[in-house]
């Protein structure tokens, strides 16, 4: 093997980015997290202290989703502020959902 190609090859290993699978797998065990410190409580602003940097919105608030068409997470019919101050959205009220079943990974595949 060539030095050109192993230093390519180098670059692939180092340069991992995460997966669709790994950002959900971050995204459940945030708001599985979140739940715990609120007796089964789910707010964003309380799943978002748990994300890795990598995690965009879009893609936290597609897994929300997910969880409450499968009936994981249900509204609780409160409203609290957003708090994300990067997006301006802070004072914009966010559903407060709650947890009611386990949530495999599996359920996000």
Known sequence: MSAAVQDV???IV???RP???DTRQAIRSAILRAAAERRGLVHI???RRHLPSWVSVAQTGAVINRLV???YLVPTGR???NGDTHARN???PAAVRRLVRPIPPEALR
């Open 90 to 92: 802070g004072n914009k």
């Open 19 to 21: 997966s669709r699978v």
């Open 9 to 11: 090859l180098d670059v």
């Open 45 to 47: 602003a309380a799943v």
């Open 69 to 71: 068409r499968r009936g």
């Open 14 to 16: 180092e340069d991992h």
């Open 79 to 81: 409203y609290e502020p």
